[in-house]
């Protein structure tokens, strides 16, 4: 099992925008990977992305991807236009991603991050359903081209305030299973387990015994750097881990600086670490937290 930090991490801080600074901190920590969000990559050339590569791998980090297109590529939406051009995202996502020697891209990539319903009951509800289907069905579009890549999809199981197609690991399964590809799978993550699921340890059990398990995130229930101290009950989560010989990765997603990029979308209104803020301590807490992770299987 592997430990990996994700680049938003970082945001807030003097480096947030810097990718050679961030993975040279990041490499610091001792994680594993570096998870990435495409706006770092994707308008790159070829030979910058693969340059990007070989200096994370210099210090000693392989590269993950995280994050998707806005609402103009959706997957799922009412558009036509949308969908198409979330078919071509994906395209182009999946050459970048092979020029990163990327095993997993995840996120909200089947439709989009924040995505709500226009109106109430029942037009919710029908809108719910257009989306699925629109969704399978340019998932099974895609699925004709994902062998000829060596990379795992994880669509990201978020909570309800953040998307409304798939909000449990059960709701994955099931969008999962119906796109008919074996690579189409799911990242978890317990921030929102916390919100959606009776018990994460059953909702990671599920998404492993259908062979749709790919990712997962961690973090504290308040999004901090997983460190066993709130009231995520870790110890299930490292023997169900345990229990179903999980192999994969395992990304801190820690959104704790009140300042970050996307503070006012993931509705971060204060820090969430010890001021003043310094890099070197968020190494420390970021090496810790691996630390942590790293003892749940044993």
């Avoid at 257009?130 to 895609?142: D, G, K, P, T, V």
């Avoid at 099931?174 to 921030?191: P, R, S, V």
Wanted: glycine share 8%.
């Amino acid at each position: 099992m592997k430990i990996g930090l994700h680049m938003g991490y970082w945001w807030g801080t003097d480096i947030g925008s810097d990718i050679k600074a961030i993975i040279a901190y990041t490499a610091q920590t001792g994680v594993d990977y570096l998870e990435i969000n495409p706006r770092y990559f994707l308008h790159a050339t070829s030979q910058e992305r693969k340059d990007m590569r070989s200096y994370a791998q210099d210090l000693g980090l392989g590269i993950l991807i995280n994050g998707g297109a806005g609402e103009e590529a959706d997957l799922a939406s009412d558009s036509l236009a949308s969908r198409k051009a979330g078919v071509a995202f994906w395209h182009k996502m999946l050459k970048a991603a092979q020029d990163l020697a990327a095993p997993v891209w995840s996120g909200v990539i089947y439709s989009t991050w924040l995505r709500h319903p226009v109106g109430p009951y029942p037009q919710s509800a029908e809108e719910r359903q257009r989306a699925r289907e629109y969704c399978i069905a340019s998932l099974r579009e895609l699925g004709h081209i994902l062998d000829d890549y060596d990379i795992v999809i994880g669509l990201e199981v978020v909570n309800r305030y953040e998307q409304f197609l798939i909000n449990t690991a059960q709701e994955g399964v099931c969008i999962a299973e119906a796109a008919g590809n074996d690579k189409i799978q799911l990242l978890l993550d317990t921030f929102h387990m916390n919100i959606e699921e009776d018990n994460m340890a059953d909702a990671i059990r599920y998404a492993a015994d259908h062979h749709r398990l790919a990712h997962l995130h961690a973090g504290e229930s308040n999004r901090r750097v997983p460190c066993g101290g709130g009231n995520i009950h870790w110890q299930e989560i490292g023997a169900v881990l345990k229990a179903i010989d999980y192999n994969g990765a395992i990304v801190m997603e820690p959104f704790v600086l009140k300042n970050a990029d996307n503070a006012h979308r993931t509705c971060t209104w204060r820090n969430l670490m010890e001021e003043p803020i310094r890099c070197e301590h968020m190494v420390e807490m970021a090496r810790n937290g691996a630390t942590f992770l790293r003892g749940l299987k044993q």
